[in-house]
C-alpha cells in the first residue's frame, strides 16, 4: 500500500526536546510498533505523522513524497485513539460513517461500506446505539472500524489496547493484527507494552529519550539488543558485568564473567566494558558442579506455570530464572547453573 | 450507659436545632419573592402581604400602563441582543481559550470574567465618560453595548465549561477522517457545547434584564428598561401594579432556572 | 502552545469587548478625577487636584467613606454566617434535593437585585410580615419603623448576596474527602472538633473567594441603599451617582468613586494578607 520514511524527525516545545531526530521506516504492509516508557517521545512521533503537531525540522515521506506540508485533514491516514475518541452524539453507525459522509458519498454507498466494516470488526446490530451505550472493547472496535472504513494509506495506533481489561486485551490485538494484515495496510502502533509489541509487529523501534535505541525485528530487539535499555525494556533480563573482553572474531568475544570464560555472541565492534545478557528461559538449575555458574538459591516462588528462582552468585551479581515447576529448591541451596549458549549475549552498557 | 443516652439525646438536640436554623434560612431566602408574588394578586390598593382578597386586576392595570410596557419591550429587545451577541462572541473566545495553556490561561479566564469581578458602578461611569466620548452616550446603542459587557462573563462560563468537557481528541479524530476546522465545528463541536451555549444565552438574557446600575448612567434620552421604570414607579405611586411587574419577573428567572435544570443540571451549572 | 495557531484569533472580539469598553473607560477615569469642573461641558480642559482636595479636607466624606466601607464588612460578616449552614446543607444532599436546593439558591440569584429589595419593602411595613414576626416573638413591644433604615439596607444587601458566598462555599465543601472525616474521627476528634480542625479550615478555598467577592460587590452596591436606604443616609455609590446624573459634576464624581476603589482595594490587600497563612495550607 504505501512505504512511510521518517527521518531525522525533530520536535521542541518551549525548553524540551521530545524528538532528537528520529528515523524509521515502513515497507508496505508493515506494522511497525513505537516501543518505550512514557515521555520517550513515541506518541509526539505518531502525532507528527498524523499531523497533529508540526515537525521543527526532518521530514516524513509517503512512497518517497513528503507529506508534512499536507494537513491532517488531507492526509488520508486512519487513527485510533487511546480514549478511543468517538463522537458521544453520533450512534456507532454515523460515527463509522462520520468521514465517508464528509466525502459526500450516496447514502446507500455509505450504508453498505458501514455495514460491512462492522461485519468485519464483529459489531452486527450495534449500529442505532449510542457509544456510552456499548462496552469498552465494542467502542474500541468502532474506533477501528471508523479509521479502516475509509481505506487508509496508512493506520496509526496510539496505545489503542491501554484501557481494555486483560482478556480482552487479548482480543482486540489479534483482531488488529489479523485486519492490519489482511488488508495490507501499513500501520504505525503506539505501546509502552513489550509483549504487545513483541506478538503483532513486523519491526519494532525502541524509544529513548525523543531517539530511537533500536529499530529491528522484535527476535533482534529481544535477543540481540544493542544496549541494556533495551534488553531491559523488552523482557525480564540478566546482566553479568565482564572483566576480560577480547575480541576473537566477527562480533564474537571470549569473556570472563562471574569467575568462569565463555565464548559468546555480542554486539559488533565493542570496546571498553560490557556487559552478558542472560534471559532467564536461557539458563537451568544444575547440580552445582554441572554448572557454568556456582550460586545460592537466595528466593524461590512458585507461579503455577513456572518456578522463578533468584540466584546469588559469588561476585555477588544475582540471577534470575526460570525452572521447571516441579523442580524442588530450598531457599540457601547450593546450585550450578548451565547456560544455553545460543541465548547469551554480548553488549555494550550504553549504546556508542 | 446514661452517659452514652444523654450524649445520644444532646446529638439529636443539635441536629434538631439546625434544621430548624436550615429551615429559617431557607424562608429567608425566598421569603421576599414569595411576598412579592402574594402581592401581585391583591384586590386591595395597597402592597401588602398577605393580600387582600384575590384578583388579577394590577395585571391588567400593568399592560395598561405605557411606561411599564414600553420598559418591557425595550428590556426585552436589549436582554435579546445581548444574548445572542455574547453567545457568538463567547463561543470564539472559549474555542481560543481552549488552546491557550499554561499560565496565560489563567489570565485569560481572569480577563474573561472581568465584568462580574469589578463593580457594576465602575463599569458604568467609565462607559458612561467612554460613551460620551464617541457620541454614542444616551443612546439605545450605547446602552446596548454596556449590556453586552456586563452580561458577557455569565455566557463565556457557561460556554467554556461545555467547551472543557469536549476532548481535543475529537477534533484530531474528526481531522483525521478528513473534516476541516468548519465541518468539526458544526458536526462536532457545535452539537456537543450546545446546552453549555444555551445556558449561556439564557444566563446573558437574565442578566441583562436585571441590571439596574448601568442602565440608569447609559439610559437613552425618553427610554427606560423595565427595572428603571419600576424604580421610578415605586419612588412615585407604590401601587401594587409594581408587585405584578416584578412577579413577571421572577417568573422569567424561574423558567430561566428550570431551562438550566433541564439543559445542563443546575449542580453542574453552578 | 504556538503562537500561530489561528484559534487564538477567535478571541479578538472578547478581548476587544472587555479592553475597549471596560479597561479603558476604568482608567480614563482616573484622568477624569483630575479634570477641572467644566462651564457648558461635563468636565473642563485643564488638570487639577482640587476634588481630591475637597474629599480629603471635609469630614462629612470621611464619614460616608467610613459608612460604605464598615457597612459592606457588616454584610460580608452576616453573608458568611447565614451561607455556611445553608452551603453546608448543600453540599450533603444529593439527586432531586439537590436539584432543588440549587434551584432555591439559583432563582434569587437569577431575579434582579431591584425586584428582590422591593420584596424587602414589602416585608418591611409598618404592618407587614417582619414587624409581625418580630412582634409574635416578643422581641419587641411595638411595631418598628424599618424602612430607610441601615438595619434593612443591610439586610437587604446580606439577601442579595447570599448566593455568591453559598455556591463557592459549598465547591469547597464537596471537595473535602470523607475519609479525612472518617480518619479524623478515627484518631478520636468530636463532631465539634473535626468541623473546627479539619472542615472550617478546609472549606477557606471557598470561604475567602466568597467573602472578597461579597465585599466588593457591596461597597458599591447603588441600587439597595438608593431604594431602601431613604434620603437621610448617604452611602458613596449614591453619592457618586448623585454627582454624575443630578449636578453633573464628572471630575468630582470620578475622585469619589476613585477613592472608593483605592479603599476597597486596601480592605482586601489587608484581608488577603492577614489570611495568607491559612490560604497556602488549604489550597489544594
Not at chain 1, 544444575?286 to 512458585?302: D, E, H, L, M
Not at chain 2, 457620541?135 to 446596548?144: D, I, N, R
Not at chain 2, 446600575?213 to 423595565?226: D, E, H, W
Amino acid at each position: 500500500m504505501a512505504t512511510v520514511e521518517v527521518r531525522d524527525l525533530r520536535k521542541r516545545y518551549q525548553d524540551f526536546l521530545a524528538l532528537d531526530g528520529v528515523s524509521l521506516k515502513a515497507e508496505s504492509g508493515q506494522l511497525v510498533t513505537l516501543l518505550g516508557p512514557s515521555g520517550c517521545g513515541k506518541s509526539t512521533t505518531l502525532r507528527c505523522l498524523a499531523g497533529f503537531l508540526e515537525a521543527n525540522g526532518g521530514d516524513i515521506t509517503v512512497d518517497g513524497e513528503s507529506i508534512l506540508s499536507t494537513p491532517a485533514n488531507r492526509r488520508g491516514f486512519g487513527v485510533v485513539f487511546q480514549n478511543y475518541a468517538l463522537f458521544p452524539h453520533m450512534t456507532v453507525a454515523e460515527n463509522i460513517g462520520y468521514g465517508l459522509k464528509l466525502q459526500k458519498l450516496p447514502k446507500s454507498e455509505i450504508e453498505t461500506r458501514v455495514k460491512d466494516v462492522m461485519q468485519l470488526v464483529r459489531l452486527g446490530g450495534l449500529g442505532d446505539r449510542l457509544p456510552r451505550e456499548i462496552s469498552g472493547g465494542q467502542q474500541q472496535r468502532v474506533a477501528l472500524a471508523r479509521a479502516l472504513v475509509l481505506k487508509p494509506k496508512l493506520l496509526l495506533l496510539d496505545e489503542p489496547l491501554a484501557n481494555l481489561d486483560a482478556r480482552l486485551r487479548d482480543e482486540v490485538r489479534w483482531l488488529i493484527r489479523d485486519l492490519q494484515q489482511q488488508s495490507g495496510i501499513t500501520a504505525f502502533y503506539v505501546t509502552h507494552d513489550q509483549s504487545e509489541a513483541m506478538a503483532m509487529s513486523d519491526m519494532v523501534a525502541v524509544m529513548k529519550q525523543g531517539r530511537v535505541a533500536q529499530f529491528a525485528t522484535p527476535r533482534e530487539i529481544y535477543q540481540k539488543p544493542v544496549e541494556r535499555y533495551v534488553a531491559d525494556f523488552t523482557g525480564e533480563a540478566n546482566f553479568i558485568a565482564c572483566s576480560s573482553v577480547m575480541s576473537v572474531g566477527e562480533a564474537r568475544y571470549a569473556v570472563t564473567a562471574a569467575g568462569a570464560s565463555l565464548e559468546v555472541a555480542g554486539v559488533p565492534e565493542i570496546t571498553g566494558s560490557a556487559e552478558l545478557l542472560l534471559r532467564p528461559e536461557a539458563l537451568e538449575l544444575t547440580a552445582p558442579a554441572a554448572g557454568t555458574f556456582q550460586g545460592t538459591v537466595t528466593k524461590s516462588a512458585f507461579l503455577g506455570a513456572a518456578l522463578h528462582c533468584e540466584i546469588a552468585l559469588a561476585d555477588g551479581s544475582i540471577l534470575k530464572l526460570t525452572a521447571e515447576p516441579n523442580h524442588q529448591v530450598e531457599t540457601g541451596e547450593e546450585v550450578g547453573i548451565a547456560i544455553d549458549h545460543s541465548h547469551t549475549w554480548l553488549m555494550p552498557e550504553v549504546a556508542p | 450507659m446514661s452517659e452514652a443516652t444523654s450524649a445520644f439525646s444532646n446529638q439529636r438536640a443539635v441536629n434538631i436545632g439546625f434544621g430548624v436554623l436550615i429551615v429559617l434560612l431557607y424562608v429567608f431566602l425566598m421569603a421576599p419573592l414569595v411576598m412579592i408574588v402574594g402581592a401581585s394578586f391583591t384586590n386591595g390598593l395597597l402592597i401588602e402581604f398577605p393580600p387582600q382578597g384575590l384578583s388579577l386586576r394590577w395585571y391588567v392595570e400593568f399592560f395598561d400602563r405605557q411606561d411599564l410596557v414600553d420598559g418591557l419591550l425595550l428590556s426585552l429587545r436589549i436582554g435579546a441582543v445581548t444574548a445572542i451577541v455574547t453567545m457568538t462572541v463567547a463561543m470564539m473566545a472559549a474555542m481560543a481559550g481552549q488552546v491557550i495553556s499554561g499560565r496565560l490561561s489563567g489570565w485569560f479566564q481572569l480577563g474573561m470574567t472581568l465584568p462580574l469581578l469589578v463593580p457594576e458602578l465602575l463599569t458604568a461611569v467609565g462607559l458612561l465618560f467612554f460613551l460620551y466620548k464617541i457620541q454614542l452616550a444616551k443612546t439605545v446603542m450605547g446602552l446596548q453595548m454596556g449590556h453586552i459587557l456586563m452580561s458577557f462573563p455569565y455566557a463565556y462560563v457557561s460556554i467554556a465549561a461545555a467547551m472543557r468537557q469536549v476532548p481535543a481528541s475529537l477534533e484530531e479524530a474528526s481531522a483525521s477522517m478528513g473534516a476541516t476546522g468548519w465541518q468539526t465545528f458544526r458536526l462536532v463541536i457545535l452539537p456537543l457545547v450546545m446546552p453549555g451555549l444555551a445556558m449561556g444565552g439564557i444566563f446573558a438574557f437574565i442578566n441583562s434584564f436585571d441590571l439596574y446600575t448601568i442602565s440608569l448612567l447609559l439610559k437613552p434620552l425618553g427610554g427606560n428598561t423595565l427595572p428603571l421604570a419600576l424604580f421610578d414607579f415605586l419612588t412615585y405611586e407604590f401601587k401594587p401594579t409594581a408587585a405584578a411587574a416584578a412577579t413577571l419577573s421572577i417568573l422569567l428567572s424561574i423558567l430561566g432556572v428550570a431551562l438550566v435544570q433541564k439543559l445542563v443540571g443546575l449542580q453542574r451549572a453552578f | 502552545m504556538s503562537l500561530r495557531n489561528p484559534k487564538l484569533f477567535l478571541a479578538i472580539p472578547a478581548i476587544a469587548l472587555i479592553f475597549v469598553f471596560m479597561i479603558l473607560p476604568i482608567t480614563n477615569m482616573v484622568d477624569m478625577s483630575f479634570r477641572t469642573p467644566g462651564q457648558s461641558d461635563p468636565f473642563g480642559d485643564d488638570y487639577t487636584t482640587m476634588h481630591y482636595d475637597r474629599i480629603v479636607g471635609d469630614a462629612y466624606y470621611w464619614g460616608v467613606l467610613l459608612r460604605s466601607l464598615l457597612t459592606a464588612g457588616a454584610v460580608t460578616l452576616l453573608c458568611l454566617l447565614v451561607s455556611y449552614p445553608i452551603a453546608w446543607h448543600m453540599s450533603k444532599a444529593k439527586g432531586m434535593k439537590a436539584v432543588f436546593l440549587y434551584a432555591c439558591i439559583a432563582s434569587p440569584l437569577m431575579t434582579g437585585v431591584l425586584v428582590r429589595n422591593f420584596g424587602w419593602m414589602i416585608a418591611a411595613a409598618l404592618n407587614g410580615p417582619l414587624n409581625e414576626f418580630l412582634l409574635g416573638l416578643g422581641i419587641i413591644q411595638q411595631p418598628l419603623r424599618l424602612l430607610f433604615t441601615q438595619g434593612l439596607v443591610i439586610l437587604a444587601l446580606v439577601h442579595v448576596f447570599v448566593p455568591f458566598m453559598v455556591l463557592p462555599i459549598n465547591n469547597a465543601l464537596r471537595n473535602i474527602s470523607p475519609t479525612l472525616i472518617e480518619a479524623s474521627t478515627s484518631m478520636g476528634a468530636t463532631r465539634r472538633q473535626v468541623f473546627r480542625d479539619i472542615i472550617l479550615p478546609l472549606s477557606f478555598p471557598g470561604i475567602y473567594p466568597g467573602m472578597i467577592l461579597v465585599y466588593v460587590l457591596a461597597v458599591a452596591a447603588y441600587v439597595t441603599p438608593a431604594l431602601l436606604g431613604g434620603q437621610m443616609v448617604s452611602y458613596m455609590p449614591t453619592l457618586i451617582i448623585g454627582e454624575l446624573t443630578g449636578t453633573f459634576q464628572w471630575p468630582f464624581g470620578s475622585a469619589l468613586a476613585i477613592v472608593l476603589s483605592v479603599s476597597t482595594i486596601l480592605v482586601v490587600g489587608l484581608f488577603t494578607a492577614l489570611t495568607a497563612r491559612l490560604m497556602e495550607r488549604s489550597k489544594a
